[in-house]
């Protein structure tokens, strides 16, 4: 694999040229997919002149593929981040939940998770990819994690809760929940899934009864 | 779209050069997706002579992965008609979880749910085949639904449980816990989500309590 110029030698020109890039190919591989993206139809959609640009900022596909699961993780986070970094009482966990739905209901239910798509399409044929997605996967679970600790801690959540097990299902539930939004084009999987993920957790909760339905 | 000339109007070696195209697109389009498979593969894995052979059949690549879909869910559930048939206990939710990861191991953890990988890879470009799925997914969580309700009718889950929302829930859990699998190499974060899942269930235990981790 060739090696991403990066940002560090690019001028301030040259670093908005290849942000550019990056975002328009980001924008057509979610709506596409990365096999159906050519250079071409990037080169077209960032305004890039030639195909040498491409060259130039990215070397090869798999390069700039790698730029864009990078910018992917990044916007996912920065989106999940303000929730996350709260996300430590049923309030905050039902927020979460609120917004991952009403997120989807804004795009009409279209376009899946940015890093669900690409880890679907990717991680059986680039072995790169795979462990891009994973290590995204992991710091969105360490946060959950941390906040699910931090309710155990506070006595919460009882002393049998598993932080890092529960943080693990959930987001392994909202992937479900995001992929059956974008086949079925509404969010009832995914609110069904999440909440009974959330009446998992709540198995746990010291002031609160499981309920009953 | 053209129309798959289907099974009607074929001699018997018709038939069988038709389903050799369709086993044969179904595992390319499994490993690579649909858009990284081309027409020239299909010819090749298939031993099909001429490209006109598979136009004769299917007309268009639209029309072939529209029957590629069909296959796929054939194949998913008839594995899993066995196990959901008699899905009517706690005893066989665990046996069919454990199943489903067994599946997994035995793959070395590759490819995902074959209904998923083309859900991800189709839902947003291709209607037809996003209500293909979607139906398939639907029989799925029939089955599901029908062996939930038959526990809470014999008195195992109380009145409260909503067999159908259960079943919308562990479908799309495991859809999750496949992608996952798909990314990670490792079946944990399966496991995990259908374990979560089944204590879910277990909410609703009549003779059971739930369980304290």
Chains 1, 2 share one sequence.
């Not at 994973?134 to 959950?144: C, F, K, L, S, T």
């Not at 086949?183 to 899934?193: C, F, G, K, M, S």
Request: glycine fraction near 8%; charge should be neutral; proline fraction near 3%.
């Amino acid at each position: 694999m060739k090696s991403d110029t990066g940002t560090r030698q690019l001028t301030a020109k040259g670093r908005a040229t290849r942000d550019r890039i990056v975002a328009a190919a980001a924008g057509l591989m979610y709506e596409r997919g990365v096999a159906a993206t050519t250079t071409e139809d990037i080169q077209r959609a960032a305004e890039v002149k030639s195909p040498s640009q491409l060259y130039h900022y990215f070397g090869d596909k798999r390069t700039l593929v790698q730029a864009v699961i990078q910018y992917q993780i990044e916007q996912v986070l920065a989106f999940q981040r303000p929730l996350l970094s709260r996300l430590d009482s049923f309030e905050s966990l039902q927020a979460w939940r609120d917004a991952v739905v009403e997120v989807q209901r804004a795009r009409n239910c279209e376009g899946g998770c940015p890093l669900g798509s690409l880890a679907a399409e990717l991680s059986d044929v680039d072995p790169g990819a795979r462990e891009q997605l994973m290590a995204g996967y992991g710091q969105w679970e360490d946060a959950v994690r941390d906040g699910l600790a931090s309710m155990r801690e506070r006595g919460e959540l009882d002393a049998a809760a598993d932080p890092g097990r529960l943080a693990l299902a959930l987001l392994t539930a909202l992937q479900g929940g995001l992929l059956m939004t974008q086949n079925r084009r509404d969010t009832l999987a995914l609110e069904t899934v999440l909440d009974a993920m959330i009446d998992r957790i709540r198995i746990h909760a010291v002031t609160q009864r499981a309920p009953a339905s």
